[in-house]
């Protein structure tokens, strides 16, 4: 993950020639947002997740095949699993969505316009979290509603905080109900 991110930030250096002042400040998107988005996003964030663990035990929704490595993870007391919770809670977020909603949703926006690029993009997001939830259907629906939240709050605030502050939100969420069970 920190590997990813030193390369994106050098990705990010260079890009600033070529798409010029404008959009580089899009794409890397530097004001944190109003404290009143972030703490939209946050709670966004958490309702959603909870919503959607609500939603699969109401629905008595049981995992199909075996479990992928982060419920292993999880399942099992240790390093493990503290390490998993602090990188879903505190790492993924914000390098995903400087990732994301910043660097692409940026750079597609500018050659395929808003609408396109943020339907890629999205699909993108949730396509590479397959492994959470190929085998679990309300986990293919959080994810699902969790990129279309994270979007609108970038695009609506014109920063990565908010949709930050939802993603860490949602992870901690999840994060806090798989380790009270």
């Not at 939830?133 to 279309?148: F, R, V």
Request: positive net charge; aromatic residues 8%; hydrophobic residues 55%.
């Amino acid at each position: 993950m920190a590997a990813s991110g030193v390369v994106l930030l050098l990705a990010l250096g260079r890009w600033r020639e070529r798409l010029g002042p404008v959009t580089f400040d899009w794409v890397v998107a530097a004001s944190r947002g109003s404290s009143r988005n972030l703490l939209l996003g946050a709670g966004v964030g958490v309702t959603l997740g909870v919503a959607i663990v609500l939603v699969g035990h109401l629905l008595e929704a049981k995992p199909t095949g075996t479990p992928n490595l982060l419920i292993q993870a999880m399942a099992k007391p240790g390093v493990g699993r503290w390490s998993f919770a602090v990188t879903a809670a505190v790492l993924a977020p914000p390098l995903e969505e400087v990732l994301f909603r910043g660097a692409l949703l940026g750079g597609l926006r500018e050659a395929w316009g808003v609408p396109r690029a943020a339907v890629v993009t999205g699909l993108i997001f949730w396509l590479l979290h397959a492994p959470e939830w190929i085998h679990y259907w309300p986990a293919a629906l959080g994810i699902g509603l969790l990129t279309a939240v994270l979007t609108l709050l970038r695009l609506r605030s014109a920063s990565l905080g908010p949709p930050i502050a939802a993603h860490c939100a949602y992870n901690l969420a999840l994060v806090g109900i798989l380790l009270a069970t």
